[in-house]
Nanobody, 116 residues
Framework: QVQVVESGGGLVQAGGSLRLSCATS????????MGWYRQAPGKQRELVAT???????NYADSVKDRFTISRDNAKNAVYLQMNSLKPEDTAVYYC??????????WGQGTQVTVSS
């Protein structure tokens, strides 16, 4: 079982920045992709960004040009740099490791709150 742990959430004013980190117990190079997702109160969990083992990235339209996903294979870590934050970015952010076709590993989530 791959362990996934997020960190870096917090309270920030609108227009500010935060950097989320995701550490895994396995080699992220072996995973098909790593992804960040978020879930706001009363809403379904949604995709924020993904990065594949070859470094290809994908973003939700709502975060394009504001958020950047990156990875450090040596540290088995993935990051989400969030700039120009908006109140609607408030959510619990989750990291997911696509371990295999049949298996995902999720972290416990980290709260991001953006005040207006």
């Amino acid at each position: 079982q791959v362990q996934v742990v997020e960190s870096g959430g917090g309270l920030v004013q609108a227009g500010g920045s935060l950097r989320l980190s995701c550490a895994t117990s396995g080699s992220i190079f072996s995973f098909a992709y790593m992804g960040w997702y978020r879930q706001a109160p009363g809403k379904q969990r949604e995709l924020v960004a993904t990065i594949t083992r070859d470094g290809s990235t994908n973003y939700a339209d709502s975060v394009k040009d504001r958020f950047t996903i990156s990875r450090d294979n040596a540290k088995n870590a993935v990051y989400l740099q969030m700039n120009s934050l908006k109140p609607e970015d408030t959510a619990v952010y989750y990291c997911k490791a696509k371990v295999s076709v049949w298996s995902d590993s999720w972290g416990q989530g980290t709260q991001v709150t953006v005040s207006s």
